[in-house]
């Protein structure tokens, strides 16, 4: 038995329920609720239910985050549940995020029924397109009423759950108005056909309405299209990007395993340790190299997934003007932005895979593929060597550390800014494909403790999450989420005093405004955090402690954070170093 309860009390509570069962009976049980009073049938009906899983949140904004980061473990929508007000527009930035990326998101936000609207009732704002075109699909539901068939309830549910995941990901919001009583403690007789319906329900376990999508399956002719393109290269290259899940993972495999072509896996592809001859892990930092930049010119371009984050590869690629670039992605948007590419597939990329994999494919071998593993090796023990000059605690090292301790079982969450640049830069992970997560869909600096949490929830698998210092105060009260979180996360805290990437950028020239706007140093420290909130914390001084400390964290079995604090004038003059030392070596 899947329902939790006798009769409701009276209509609010029935349409709540009816709503949660109806999530449940759909497989969709992990709710986020943020406490509020408007909310409560919805909140009492969750707490209420056997089959709901909830994670409580007072803070909506890291609420959304952790929701988004348990989407992308899972690929399935986890249901926020908020009160009305301010507390719904605290969703919105996960939610552009979520929907840049599709990645489903189902928002249950309570509001005042519409008498109250616009009146200068209590907490009451204009929930209704809040979200703009950043949801798939919304709609507003009246209050509960008695006089409502109870099926509309079931199929208006049903209906959110699929458009989040159908045809194309993203967030949806039901907003529920609610009028009083809230609190399930002033029975109303409930007129005897919702009586029988409600125990006629009960009886079953099956969803309302069974959705069945279709596959996003390509045909005979889009494999044809793909297949002329690749049997007309002469110096074919495969880009992976950003890849969902692990079934895109194993994908790719089979493809860069039967297309004898280098491949450039992406930070987020998790492909970037695999022992292949034709990986070209480095390939970005290959194109600081003039002379490489210029003579390597791939014809046929295979991209697989989602954008890269490599800026050096999209510019490099930019001033190509004849390149074939082909692009294989099951999300329906653009995701082009140098307006590259030549033929799109929209579908599943494992479907596209086998279809193409199905036959060996007579392709011509890149010229480069004799040279590339010494290249990448070149280019691998440069950075070592740079690197063990420098005795001093740094980033660079930091990340590329990190990058051997991770097990395969771990999952690793890169904070925007730094850190994701300098794990797709120097990162030396072990062979096997990894997890890696990151918020690249608006690249936002804003809710990563947050979604971080979400990830080893959906996970169920440690997660190591390396952020930056500005992005840990911004998102001060997720250290909560750290703290509750049931599978650990070990954060590491890059303190570099203040936004270390704007020494990247050419605003660094600009001496009278470059550190009191943009990098903002600070002399703040997360121990004072740690304390307030009893999470086991420790800032080593050492490489050697760093690794001491991030093994110990490990074996803790508890959530912990590591802060090391760095100078992000060194990390900067570290990476130029590098460069030309590539430079040189070529
Ligand atoms: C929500 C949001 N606000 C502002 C920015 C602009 N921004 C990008 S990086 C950055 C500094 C981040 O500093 P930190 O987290 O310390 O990382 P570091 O640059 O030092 O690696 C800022 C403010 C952003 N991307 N997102
Ligand atoms: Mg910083």
């Given at each position: 038995?899947?329902?939790?309860?006798?009769?409701?009390?009276?209509?609010?509570?029935?349409?709540?329920?009816?709503?949660?069962?109806?999530?449940?009976?759909?497989?969709?049980?992990q709710f986020v609720v943020s406490p509020g009073?408007r909310s409560?049938?919805l909140t009492?009906?969750v707490?209420?239910?056997?089959?709901?899983?909830?994670h409580l949140a007072y803070d909506e904004r890291g609420a959304a985050f952790w929701a988004l980061g348990w989407a992308r473990?899972?690929?399935?929508p986890a249901i926020l549940i908020s009160t009305s007000g301010t507390a719904v527009a605290n969703y919105l930035p996960a939610v552009i995020e979520a929907s840049q990326e599709?990645i489903p998101l189902l928002m249950f936000t309570a509001d005042?029924?519409?008498?109250?609207?616009?009146?200068?009732?209590?907490q009451t704002i204009r929930q209704p397109g809040l979200f703009g075109s950043y949801v798939r699909w919304e709609f507003d539901m009246?209050?509960?009423?008695?006089?409502?068939?109870?099926?509309?309830?079931?199929?208006?549910?049903?209906?959110a759950?699929?458009r989040s995941?159908?045809?194309?990901p993203g967030p949806v919001h039901l907003n529920w108005?609610?009028?009083?009583?809230?609190?399930?403690?002033?029975?109303?007789?409930?007129?005897?056909?919702?009586?029988?319906?409600?125990?006629?329900?009960?009886?079953?376990?099956?969803?309302?309405?069974?959705?069945?999508?279709?596959?996003?399956?390509?045909?005979?002719?889009?494999?044809?299209?793909?297949?002329?393109?690749?049997?007309?290269?002469?110096?074919?290259?495969?880009?992976?990007?950003?890849?969902?899940?692990?079934?895109?993972?194993?994908?790719?495999?089979?493809?860069?395993?039967?297309?004898?072509?280098?491949?450039?896996?992406?930070?987020?592809?998790?492909?970037?340790?695999?022992?292949?001859?034709?990986?070209?892990?480095?390939?970005?930092?290959?194109?600081?190299?003039?002379?490489?930049?210029?003579?390597?010119?791939?014809?046929?371009?295979?991209?697989?997934?989602?954008?890269?984050?490599?800026?050096?590869?999209?510019?490099?690629?930019?001033?190509?003007?004849?390149?074939?670039?082909?692009?294989?992605?099951?999300?329906?948007?653009?995701?082009?932005?140098?307006?590259?590419?030549?033929?799109?597939?929209?579908?599943?990329?494992?479907?596209?895979?086998?279809?193409?994999?199905?036959?060996?494919?007579?392709?011509?071998?890149?010229?480069?593929?004799?040279?590339?593993?010494?290249?990448?090796?070149?280019?691998?023990?440069?950075?070592?060597?740079?690197?063990?000059?420098?005795?001093?605690?740094?980033?660079?090292?930091?990340?590329?550390?990190?990058?051997?301790?991770?097990?395969?079982?771990?999952?690793?969450?890169?904070?925007?800014?730094?850190?994701?640049?300098?794990?797709?830069?120097?990162?030396?992970?072990?062979?096997?494909?990894?997890?890696?997560?990151?918020n690249?869909g608006a690249?936002g600096?804003d809710g990563l403790i947050a979604t971080?949490c979400g990830?080893?929830?959906?996970?169920?698998?440690?997660?190591?999450?390396?952020?930056?210092?500005?992005?840990?105060?911004h998102d001060?009260n997720s250290?909560?989420h750290?703290?509750?979180?049931?599978?650990?996360?070990?954060?590491?805290?890059?303190?570099?005093?203040?936004?270390?990437?704007?020494?990247?950028?050419?605003?660094?020239?600009?001496?009278?405004?470059?550190?009191?706007?943009?990098?903002?140093?600070?002399?703040?420290?997360?121990?004072?955090?740690?304390?307030?909130?009893?999470?086991?914390?420790?800032?080593?001084?050492?490489?050697?402690?760093?690794?001491?400390?991030?093994?110990?964290?490990?074996?803790?079995?508890?959530?912990?954070?590591?802060?090391?604090?760095?100078?992000?004038?060194?990390?900067?003059?570290?990476?130029?170093?590098?460069?030309?030392?590539?430079?040189?070596?070529?």
């Amino acid at each position: 038995m899947t329902t939790p309860t006798p009769v409701p009390k009276n209509v609010n509570m029935l349409w709540a329920f009816l709503a949660v069962d109806a999530c449940v009976r759909n497989g969709i049980t992990q709710f986020v609720v943020s406490p509020g009073s408007r909310s409560t049938p919805l909140t009492t009906a969750v707490a209420r239910h056997p089959g709901a899983e909830v994670h409580l949140a007072y803070d909506e904004r890291g609420a959304a985050f952790w929701a988004l980061g348990w989407a992308r473990a899972t690929g399935k929508p986890a249901i926020l549940i908020s009160t009305s007000g301010t507390a719904v527009a605290n969703y919105l930035p996960a939610v552009i995020e979520a929907s840049q990326e599709g990645i489903p998101l189902l928002m249950f936000t309570a509001d005042r029924p519409s008498e109250l609207r616009e009146t200068g009732a209590n907490q009451t704002i204009r929930q209704p397109g809040l979200f703009g075109s950043y949801v798939r699909w919304e709609f507003d539901m009246p209050a509960p009423d008695a006089t409502v068939s109870p099926r509309f309830v079931l199929t208006t549910v049903e209906q959110a759950i699929f458009r989040s995941q159908h045809p194309h990901p993203g967030p949806v919001h039901l907003n529920w108005m609610f009028r009083e009583p809230l609190a399930p403690i002033q029975p109303q007789e409930l007129p005897p056909n919702l009586v029988q319906f409600w125990e006629a329900w009960q009886q079953g376990k099956a969803p309302f309405t069974e959705y069945r999508a279709a596959r996003l399956t390509p045909d005979k002719d889009d494999i044809r299209q793909i297949k002329t393109r690749l049997l007309s290269a002469r110096n074919g290259l495969i880009v992976v990007g950003g890849l969902q899940n692990e079934a895109e993972q194993q994908a790719v495999l089979q493809l860069i395993r039967k297309l004898p072509w280098p491949f450039f896996p992406d930070v987020r592809s998790g492909l970037q340790g695999l022992p292949l001859k034709t990986n070209f892990r480095y390939l970005d930092l290959a194109l600081g190299s003039a002379p490489f930049r210029e003579h390597y010119r791939p014809d046929v371009i295979l991209h697989v997934g989602m954008p890269v984050t490599s800026k050096r590869y999209l510019q490099w690629v930019a001033a190509m003007l004849e390149v074939q670039y082909i692009h294989i992605s099951p999300l329906p948007t653009r995701l082009d932005p140098n307006h590259q590419v030549r033929l799109r597939i929209w579908a599943e990329i494992p479907h596209v895979v086998d279809a193409l994999t199905y036959t060996m494919l007579p392709v011509q071998i890149p010229e480069i593929l004799n040279r590339l593993e010494t290249l990448q090796d070149t280019i691998s023990r440069t950075v070592d060597s740079i690197l063990t000059e420098e005795k001093s605690l740094n980033e660079i090292q930091a990340v590329r550390d990190v990058s051997r301790w991770v097990g395969e079982s771990d999952v690793v969450f890169l904070g925007n800014s730094l850190p994701i640049r300098l794990w797709d830069w120097f990162a030396h992970p072990g062979g096997e494909p990894l997890g890696v997560f990151a918020n690249r869909g608006a690249s936002g600096i804003d809710g990563l403790i947050a979604t971080a949490c979400g990830v080893a929830a959906g996970k169920q698998k440690p997660v190591t999450a390396i952020i930056g210092d500005i992005s840990a105060l911004h998102d001060l009260n997720s250290f909560l989420h750290l703290k509750e979180s049931a599978v650990p996360v070990i954060l590491i805290i890059l303190n570099n005093s203040g936004g270390g990437i704007f020494r990247w950028l050419p605003v660094s020239q600009v001496a009278d405004v470059f550190e009191t706007h943009f990098l903002t140093p600070h002399s703040l420290q997360f121990r004072h955090i740690a304390r307030m909130l009893e999470i086991p914390y420790a800032a080593p001084k050492s490489r050697n402690g760093f690794r001491q400390n991030y093994r110990k964290f490990r074996r803790l079995g508890e959530s912990a954070i590591l802060e090391l604090q760095v100078d992000s004038q060194k990390t900067y003059a570290l990476y130029q170093n590098i460069l030309e030392a590539i430079n040189h070596a070529f």
